[in-house]
């Protein structure tokens, strides 16, 4: 199959929801993906920061296929190994106490949703100006971008936005019905928006005095993206709940929520395909090769690195989730394809995510691409 045949079968035969770039990508390998053509990407942005340990990686590719080999599936009516194994990883890394698992990042913020109103009796929910959860009913609710939300209302009851980075505006908007507050450490979606350092430890100390739940969105930012197991780790915050996805199976659709001292009852939450066997052996095999390799450091360091190359462009971000303002996203981010790289935009914003395993040389292919189209 060519360019010209799929995007003649896209057309025609599947929803056209997505704003495709002219390419058609057959395999990738490390930080690279080809074309159908054999021509080689750089790929600046890791399936939207998911292709986390690059493509095919040897651990990864061996242990899919290893338990493809062994057990698939089996439904949650029974205990497997990998699935424990893996919840037992994520509360050592996130320093919660269970956790639930969920096919994708909509379904985990649809869950913490639900937990929270369970946990405290309460309907209020609080999201922020700009923010993007998902597409999901209960997600969509509490996504801020107008053109998502407007076709599909009513959406649930009860939830209102704060501004981002603004602790007066959330005290405007929080009160005693208030179940949780959401909060992205950064807002990827918005075009990679950093709040003010303090602003996620003055969150944690308002929801605590109003008995509301703080869910943490680290979807985007979570699993080493931001040069930090998870971006909330940088400060002295626990939240209650945190809700992660993409970079945790590294290109194999998984995500999990992790939260301490609360829970749902029997039959209150789930899903057929929740945790299946497959999905966390892919996980498991991620977070390996992220400890083994010292990924988390290597994206504060090359993040670092080229952030320093892009000053001139005021590049913005943390570790490898980076932002960079241009005057026109796709028109750039189609000037990058035709040089040899895969890249996506938010609006007027070049976003930089490719895969932590970026070397030196890499980072320096970045900078000088981004530098000759912006």
């Not at 074309?35 to 939207?48: E, L, N, P, S, T």
């Not at 913490?112 to 922020?128: E, F, P, Y």
């Not at 498991?284 to 290597?298: F, K, M, Q, W």
């Not at 952030?307 to 750039?332: S, T, Y």
């Amino acid at each position: 199959m060519d360019l010209k045949k799929a995007v003649e079968l896209e057309k025609k035969h599947t929803a056209q929801v997505f704003s495709r770039l002219p390419v058609l990508l057959t395999r990738g390998e490390g930080v690279y993906v080809y074309d159908d053509k054999g021509k080689r990407y750089i790929d600046m942005f890791a399936g939207v920061a998911v292709s986390s340990v690059g493509h095919a990686h040897p651990k990864v590719v061996k242990a899919v296929s290893e338990q493809a080999a062994r057990l698939i599936h089996t439904s949650n009516w029974v205990y497997t190994e990998p699935q424990l194994e893996l919840a037992e990883k994520l509360t050592s890394l996130t320093g919660m106490e269970r956790v639930f698992y969920t096919n994708d990042g909509s379904g985990a913020v649809e869950t913490a949703l639900k937990l929270a109103r369970k946990h405290t009796g309460k309907k209020g929910i609080i999201s922020m100006e700009n923010s993007f959860h998902g597409r999901t009913m209960g997600a969509l609710s509490a996504t801020w971008t107008e053109k998502y939300r407007k076709p599909f209302e009513p959406l649930i009851p009860k939830v209102r936005f704060a501004k981002y980075d603004d602790i007066e505006s959330l005290k405007g908007a929080i009160d005693d019905d208030t179940a949780a507050v959401i909060v992205e450490p950064i807002q990827g979606e918005a075009g990679v928006l950093v709040p003010s350092d303090d602003y996620l430890a003055q969150v944690r100390e308002l929801t605590k005095e109003k008995g509301a739940v703080m869910i943490v969105d680290e979807i985007q930012t979570g699993f080493g993206r931001t040069g930090k197991w998870f971006d909330y780790q940088r400060t002295r915050v626990k939240p209650d709940i945190v809700c992660m996805a993409k970079g945790l199976g590294g290109g194999f659709p998984i995500g999990a929520v992790a939260y301490a001292g609360m829970d749902f009852e029997a039959g209150q939450q789930g899903g057929t395909f929740n945790g299946n066997p497959l999905a966390c052996a892919a996980a498991n095999a991620v977070i390996g090769v992220i400890e083994e390799e010292r990924l988390v450091e290597n994206a504060a360091k090359m993040g670092d690195r080229i952030k320093k190359g892009l000053a001139k462009k005021k590049a913005r971000g943390r570790g490898l989730m980076i932002g960079v303002q241009v005057d026109d996203g796709r028109k750039r981010a189609l000037e990058l394809l035709e040089k040899g790289a895969v890249a996506i935009y938010s609006g007027n914003t070049l976003r930089i995510l490719p895969p932590l395993t970026v070397k030196k040389e890499h980072a320096d292919m970045i900078i000088k691409m981004v530098d000759e189209v912006s």
